[in-house]
């Protein structure tokens, strides 16, 4: 993958990001896997809605800083991502205020062991969830390698009292899921607000599954 062409699409998603509301301040950071030995990541300490050139880092899968200056002080986070899912070229980490404040609530693991809504399987391949863990040390791609074994096929990861992670094969894809992630809470948060949330039975799970494995939708829908 062209690394000048990745960084210009990382700096029109960090833009994105920041007019969404997604991220604040210096908040997030994101990376691109350009190839086996390179991942261009964002740089410590700049603001993802005005970045520039200099506001990127190039890294090996080992965390060592090929190029550039100091990387995002998550990128163990990062790298902890590719190790664990090879098919994932790029990775979003953001504080979406209402998925952020749904890591923040206790019981979210057995709230989120229900499907409410069709796109979280769709666009998402479900959500994983981490225990807390202290910030940018160790525990941090442990906990995530522990969370995504248990739910393996999840491109989305909700990462307790901190915020949220979103993967994909293009920094837009990734974008997108965040997008679709932050809705989904908000969502969620407003069901719970008007009343009682109506989850998927088992069998209207199983029938989006079939859907996604590319069934005829119609053929689904009446058996």
């Known amino acids: 993958m062209d690394a000048e062409k990745s960084i210009q699409e990382m700096m029109e998603v960090g833009s994105q990001l920041y007019q969404k509301g997604l991220l604040v ?35 090996s ?6 190029s550039g200056s100091k990387p995002a002080r998550d990128i163990r986070m990062h790298l902890a991502v590719y190790r664990q899912r090879p098919d994932v070229t790029a990775v979003v980490h953001a504080h979406p205020p209402a998925a952020t404040g749904l890591s923040m609530t206790s019981g979210i693991e057995q709230e989120l062991s229900r499907v409410a809504l069709p796109e979280v399987l ?12 202290t910030p940018i040390s160790c525990e941090v791609p442990e906990e995530l390698a522990k969370a995504m074994k248990k739910t393996p096929q999840a491109d989305a990861v909700l990462l307790a009292n901190h915020g949220a ?7 837009w894809e990734a974008f997108y899921k965040m997008e679709t992630l932050e809705m989904f809470c908000k969502a ?10 109506s989850y998927l039975s088992k069998e209207q799970v199983e029938k989006v599954h079939r859907l996604i494995k590319g069934e005829d939708p119609d053929t689904v829908a009446r058996s």
């Open 25 to 59: 301040g210096t908040d997030g950071n994101f990376s691109i896997r350009l190839n086996e030995k390179e991942i261009v990541i964002t740089a410590s300490g700049f603001c993802k809605g005005k970045l520039q050139e200099s506001s990127f880092t190039v890294v």
């Open 165 to 171: 992670l979103t993967m994909g094969n293009t920094i």
């Open 188 to 197: 969620l948060f407003v069901s719970k607000l008007f009343g009682t949330t």
């Open 122 to 133: 769709f666009n998402l391949n479900g959500i994983a969830i981490t225990e807390y863990c």
């Open 61 to 66: 899968p080992d965390g060592e800083v090929l």
